[in-house]
């Protein structure tokens, strides 16, 4: 598309109802460099160029919060070599966006059990959240190694082990101590879930913070998004009605 589409695009979004909180699942890489007769990781390379342009959609909006499915749980079961591959994509795009992350003024944050991750990786990523920690503008979060059944259960195991020492009532415990107790503690719930790649689901991904979220499922592949398509989200957003369960 031409970039008068674009303009004229973006002057349909109303700046006054953008999401606060925007997630994605970024599906389709392997399956893109296929269609092209390249190798899985290529995809994935490409991908990247997609995260840059979903990020100065998010900025050019004012959007507060951006949540990125980098890596998840399941993913870990995939080969060796595919896993390797992404940890060094993974590691090699935290240095060199990380001076693009302070001058758009960028707060960096990651969700997920890093446990699993190589220690090289973790240090990585504490560097950059480290270097980032005094941005004021886009919350961007990583969801790396991440699994929300595992977020969830791990909540459950901290809430009943403060119970046990009568560090929480039973009683007292509700949606902000549950909400106090994940990986996204410090983050308001979704309100827009995008998802690339023709899958109809959710996959893990943030199970209780989507509860009144939007979804949006696309059949493009992650490779071929761009801004355009990350404006036509908010667009189709914007023309829903969101009633929390009220008339």
């Known amino acids: ?7 004229k695009l973006l002057k ?3 700046k006054s ?6 997630a994605i ?8 460099a296929k269609k092209i007769g390249k190798e899985r990781f290529f995809g994935h390379n490409s991908g990247v160029n997609s995260v840059r342009e979903t990020i100065d959609a998010a900025i050019n909006l004012g959007v507060k919060n951006l949540t990125l499915y980098v890596f998840s749980m399941e993913n870990w079961k995939r080969p060796d070599t595919e896993i390797k591959a992404l940890m060094y994509l993974l590691f090699n795009s935290i240095t060199d966006e990380l001076e693009n992350l302070n001058k758009n ?3 960096l944050d990651v969700i997920g059990d890093q446990d699993l991750l190589t220690e090289k990786i973790r240090n990585k990523l504490v560097n950059a959240k480290d270097q980032t920690i005094n941005n004021s503008g886009l919350k961007l979060n990583l969801a790396i190694s991440y699994g929300s059944k595992q ?8 809430i009943s082990n403060k119970v046990k020492k009568n560090i929480i009532s039973l009683e007292n415990i509700d949606e902000n101590i549950i909400n106090d107790h994940l990986y996204t503690r410090n983050l308001d719930n979704v309100d827009l879930l995008i998802r690339t790649g023709g899958e109809i ?5 943030l199970l209780w913070q989507i509860s009144y979220a939007e979804l949006i499922f696309l059949e493009l592949l992650w490779p ?3 801004k355009l398509n990350f404006y036509e989200a908010i667009v189709e957003y914007q023309n829903r009605s969101r009633r929390f369960g009220k008339v």
């Open 25 to 32: 699942i970024m599906d389709g890489n392997g399956r893109w």
């Open 105 to 107: 003024n960028i707060k």
């Open 17 to 22: 109802d953008i999401p606060n909180h925007v």
């Open 151 to 158: 977020e969830i259960i791990e909540a459950v195991k901290s």
């Open 201 to 205: 689901r959710v996959s893990n991904f």
């Open 224 to 226: 071929d998004f761009k």
């Open 1 to 7: 598309m031409s970039v008068t589409a674009q303009d």
């Open 12 to 14: 349909e979004i109303d």
